[in-house]
């Protein structure tokens, strides 16, 4: 039994010691997921700021806007208007956002009807609301170097009155120009009356609009500009007006404006009277030349009156296709 035991004693196999000559190993790792590149922002396309520029034919609309951005719109000389149709610049930065300016006709425009020129800057506000591109506010200009305010400015402004809006005001700029052309102390006494008088500004300034001055350069028109590019957008009263019936009678200045166009056709009426008494004068004297004169003058008259009554009944429906045309127009350009 002894000899068994040594025998299967000195044949086992000796075991490996595992631990010998080990070279210790770091624990597995969890799989971890390869953290991702730090990937850049895409740039952001700068916020653009629409700003309408509206004012008298002559004012200087059209010459601000390319002085501030650099375009070449057309421009009129002296009384004649070439701005007949609603347009905008070329856009501009300035701090750090897109700048738009839109070029509108004045109500006394040489080429198009008061009426006409209500469709076109109705139409052209109410596509720009329904797009989402909304006015960061409304600059107006003013000639500094007029020796008085007339009818037809007073008429424009009060045009743009209704327009606008008193909840809009706030985000509007009257902008006097043109201070090369006049005498210092004449220019500030004029600013000053139109600052303090309630015919001229001074509504529309106690309600938060600011009185501004453009010196005829570019460093001018961006300082006017700025006070506009930081401030919550507006909806003008037009576009409110609008965008709850479609319909432009039913807006404060087709009112106003209907109001003017009826007074006119009054006058025209009591004008036609005069002259159809004059006529019959001259038939009865058989004063022929004078006849044939008053008979030519009658004729336009008339014309004149027939056209007055009926641009309020014409614009509802010219509306609707002006704003089709608009909505076209600008569409083209999007795309």
Known sequence: MGGCISYFTSRRKKLPDLEAGRVEAEPPRLGRTPEPETLRPEPKEPKTVYIAVMGATGSGKTTFINIASGSDLRVGMGLESCTNEVQTSQSFTLDGKRVVLIDTPGFDDTTKSDTDVLKMIAAYMQTMHKQGKLLSGVIYMHRISDIRVGGTSRRDFTMFQELCGK????????????????????????????????????????????????????????????????????????????????????????????????????????????????????????????????????????????????????????????????????HARAV
């Open 167 to 330: 909840d809009a005001y706030k985000n509007v700029l009257m902008v006097t120009n043109m201070w090369g052309d006049v005498v210092n102390e004449d220019a500030l006494a004029r600013e000053q009356e139109l600052r303090e008088k309630d015919i001229f500004f001074k509504p529309i300034l106690d309600n938060g609009a600011l009185l501004l001055r453009h010196m005829n350069d570019q460093e001018s028109a961006h300082k006017i500009i700025q006070n506009l590019t930081g401030i919550d957008p507006v909806v003008l009263r037009i576009q409110s007006e609008l965008a709850a019936v479609n319909d432009i009678t039913q807006t404060g200045a087709f009112a106003q404006l209907n109001r003017e166009l009826m007074e006119q056709a009054e006058k025209n009426r009591q004008e036609l009277e005069k002259l159809r008494v004059e006529l019959e004068e001259a038939a009865q004297a058989q004063d022929e030349e004078t006849r044939m004169e008053l008979q030519e003058e009658s004729e336009k008259m008339e014309a004149e009156l027939l056209r007055v009554q009926n641009e309020a009944t014409m614009l509802a429906s010219e509306y609707q296709a002006e704003l089709r045309r608009i909505e076209e127009q600008l």
